[in-house]
């Protein structure tokens, strides 16, 4: 039986994932080891006596007592804190969803893939922060790393192995989130519950709000950077606003194939998952009748300066991408407590980057996990509001 763990299993990708497992069979096809979670104790504790996991592991030490009170009466263990979801990584699975939101999901994705196996790795900051640090670990362990990231996975599944010689850039695309239609003079007044709601995808606050800003596509575009081993300069955006077609690969002859699907993480996810194979998922099917078109604009860097931070990130490498993701963490944060504006994060991001890297520079490629969290909570100091 294939043993699987989730890591942040309460949260949007998470519980799609943990519903695949369900639909694919749960307990009588899979043997789950850890799911974990953060606040949500509850349905954390629903979903590890469903799946009979053998451990529950919620990320915050305080809401122990909470998590066994609510597992009470099974067999599953509780445990609570940043060590035990690293001890729970360092539980031997064949598949681990790394789906934590944050650079907290770094930790235990690089313990997953010291062991070996699959990590299907949705937490796109981890290689935003330590691309280079995740593809060492996974050569020296054997460990294979599959994207979950919807664009990223439909690249992996348009290069169909094919070498990257014969590929002459790539195109991911975004929808453009809530904003993509407002006057940009509207944008200051933003609010967090508008930044909060997507036109297409159901998704956290956190990358919803990311969506609005671009600054998930600015982090998509490093992930594919790290993930593919593509020059910068390969790597196109596009605005998409019916989320159809979610990335394109152009060959050097000419030929351009593009993965096309409906905006459903199911099928990423349910891809990393059975990967070698495809199988039935629970997926709609692609209607282009009823989309009726297909449209498509240049992205625009007056509306979202991030896209142009992201390629100033990986001009300027080392430390750049831990620092830029951090900052970025950091102004998310403050723009949804209400301490700046919604036009305020990127700037906030940029004057991160320009004061760390004219105090000392980014350095080297980070080789430890202690060296990324180092320059995370540098510049989580610098960009607090
Ligand atoms: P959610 O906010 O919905 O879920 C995040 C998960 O992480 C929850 O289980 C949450 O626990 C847990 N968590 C939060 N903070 C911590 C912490 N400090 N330590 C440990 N666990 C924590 O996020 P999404 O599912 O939207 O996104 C997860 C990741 O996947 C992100 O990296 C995102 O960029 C990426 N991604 C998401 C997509 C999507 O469709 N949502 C698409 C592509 C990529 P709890 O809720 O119990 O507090």
Redesign the pocket.
């Known amino acids: 039986m294939r043993r699987i763990s989730i890591?942040?299993?309460?949260?949007?990708?998470?519980?799609?994932g943990v519903d695949l497992i369900r639909r694919g069979g749960g307990v009588d096809d899979y043997q789950v080891v850890a799911l974990?979670?953060?606040?949500?104790?509850e349905?954390?504790a629903q979903m590890a006596r469903d799946l009979r996991a053998e451990v529950a592991v919620?990320?915050h030490p305080e809401l122990l007592e909470d998590l066994r009170a609510a597992l009470a009466g099974s067999d599953v263990r509780a445990a609570a804190g940043?060590a035990a979801?690293t001890e729970a990584a360092a539980m031997p699975a064949d598949w681990v969803l790394?789906?934590?939101?944050?650079s907290?999901?770094l930790a235990?994705g690089l313990t997953a893939l010291a062991q070996g196996g699959v990590l299907a790795l949705?937490?796109?900051?981890s290689l935003v922060c330590a691309g280079g640090l995740l593809r060492r670990t996974g050569q020296v362990s054997g460990a294979t790393i599959l994207p979950?990231?919807?664009e990223h996975s439909a690249l992996f599944q348009a290069l169909g192995g094919e070498s990257l010689d014969s590929v002459k850039d790539v195109t991911i695309t975004a929808s453009g989130g809530a904003f993509r239609d407002w006057p940009l003079e509207r944008l200051a007044a933003a609010t967090v519950a508008q930044a909060s709601t997507h036109p297409n995808?159901?998704?956290?606050?956190?990358?919803?709000i990311?969506s609005a800003s671009m600054f998930?596509k600015a982090?998509e575009v490093i992930e594919a950077k790290e993930f593919f081993g593509l020059a910068p300069e390969q790597i196109n955006v596009l605005v998409h606003p019916e989320s159809i077609i979610h990335a394109i690969v152009n060959h050097i002859d000419g030929g351009s194939i593009a993965h096309l699907g409906a905006p459903d993480?199911r099928h990423?996810i349910g891809y990393a998952l059975h990967w070698p194979e495809r199988r039935a998922l629970p997926v709609p099917p692609l209607d282009l009748a009823r989309a009726g078109s297909l449209t498509f604009r240049a992205p625009d860097e007056i509306r979202w300066p991030a896209l142009r931070l992201a390629r100033e990130v990986m001009a300027a490498g080392g430390a750049a991408g831990a620092v830029f993701n951090a900052a970025k963490e950091q102004a998310l944060d403050d723009f949804i407590a209400g301490r700046i504006r919604f036009t305020d994060m990127s700037p906030r991001v940029e004057a991160t980057l320009d004061s760390l890297s004219a105090q000392a520079g980014f350095g080297d490629d980070p080789d430890t996990l202690q060296t990324v969290l180092h320059w995370d909570a540098l510049a989580r100091q610098e960009a607090a509001a």
């Open positions: 890591f942040g299993a309460t949260g949007s990708v998470g519980a799609n974990t979670g953060g606040r949500n104790i349905r954390l919620t990320a940043e979801l790394s789906a934590i939101v944050g907290a999901g235990p949705a937490n796109k900051e979950v990231d919807s995808w159901a998704m956290g606050q956190r990358i919803t990311d998930n982090m993480m990423a």
